[in-house]
């Protein structure tokens, strides 16, 4: 559960506003504490109401990777692709 900012929002993608699946967390845009209650609400009511779905999502996400390995790897490539001989 992120709020909807910077490098957060490229990562965490919402469950309820992906289709098929494409979801990996919950977020929420305001500021104020309303906004974060909603989202961890709505956590806690897949949580309730779909243990499974639940279970796929937490899974799914310990799988993936979020490392810096792969950018810094690609941003190397990048530098040296056009750095001067």
């Known amino acids: 559960m992120v709020r909807k900012t910077g490098g957060l929002a ?3 993608r919402d469950v ?3 289709q098929n699946g494409e979801g990996n967390g919950y977020t929420f845009e305001g500021t104020d504490e309303g906004s974060l209650y909603s989202a961890l609400d709505r956590s806690l ?3 309730k109401e779909n243990r499974d779905s639940w279970q796929q999502l937490s899974l799914c996400n ?7 390995s792969r950018s810094a790897a690609d941003y190397i ?9």
């Open 10 to 12: 490229d990562t965490v």
């Open 16 to 18: 309820e506003s992906h």
């Open 45 to 47: 009511a897949h949580f």
């Open 62 to 68: 310990m799988n993936t990777e979020l490392s810096w």
């Open 77 to 85: 490539a990048l530098y040296n692709s056009i750095a001067m001989p």
